[in-house]
């Protein structure tokens, strides 16, 4: 595992266009997050992501296909559960990418974590429209429940998060928090991006002891050259979960009030009450839409 640190504001976007809109307002860290589209479309797009990424020095993360980030160099990807289950995290190491991975309760927590990520993704925090979840809204309180079971490695806030929610999830224990929709459905997004670079820049955090974090640009440079393979395809979704429901968010089995901890993660142990956020057992249903 590598504990890097990560800019606070995270914007997800599906093209090449939203990252040519964003990155010059400064964001530094921006995810490409295309669904069903061709392969060669897709490489088309990472490939021009990359290209703005490098010139306005935003680090650039790639949803999914991780064997376009290798083809590409793009360094860093990121995989959900089941992306997991078919990606070649070796592979993905020994080409030096880093990779974020999404995480929803404590078995996926410790499915992740086995891989040694460089980030690990709580969510949905809210509920959210941009993508129909198996799993309910998590709660502020869990953000701070998570941190105590990562340590230093980075956790990503991600799910229904307006800029003017962003501080709290900061504070909560999030290292940098991700959003869709409150930039791409605003009426200016430029303007709202740069809210939210305002709003993450100045949140006072909780001390925490943990050691000192490498940062991102420690890593080594992508070139920007490009070859026109595209190694394998990784599983797509397709067609996205349907049932969501909620959850007894803030739930904690940690039994410490804080997170202010040191260098090693504790131990993540499943509760056997733990679904309070499986799919199994929630009872209401809310309909997400994919934009
Ligand atoms: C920062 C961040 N967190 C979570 C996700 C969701 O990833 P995943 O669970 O694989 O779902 P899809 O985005 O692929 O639909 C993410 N993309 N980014
Ligand atoms: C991709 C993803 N993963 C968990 S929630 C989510 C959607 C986040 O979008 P929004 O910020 O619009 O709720
Ligand atoms: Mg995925």
Redesign the pocket.
Known sequence: MSAFSLPPF?P?VDSAQWVERLVPTGVKLI?L?M?DKPLAIMQQQAAQALALCQRYAAQLVL??YWPIAITLKIPFV??????LQTADIQALKHHNIAI?V?THDHAELEKALAISPDYV?L?PIFPTTS?IMAFGPQGIARITEWKKHVGPLPL?A?GGIACEQAAACLKAGADSV?AISDITQNPSPEERAREWLKATQLVDKPALSLPPQQGLDSRPNPSAESSSAVHASPEQ?GS?QSDSGHNDSGHNDSGHGDFGHNDSRQEIRSNPNEPPNSPLSHGAHQKHLTP
């Open positions: 995270y997800v995810q997050r669904k949803n999914d990121h995989l959900g559960q089941e992306d974020g999404s993704a969510g993508k990503v991600i991700a979704s996205e």
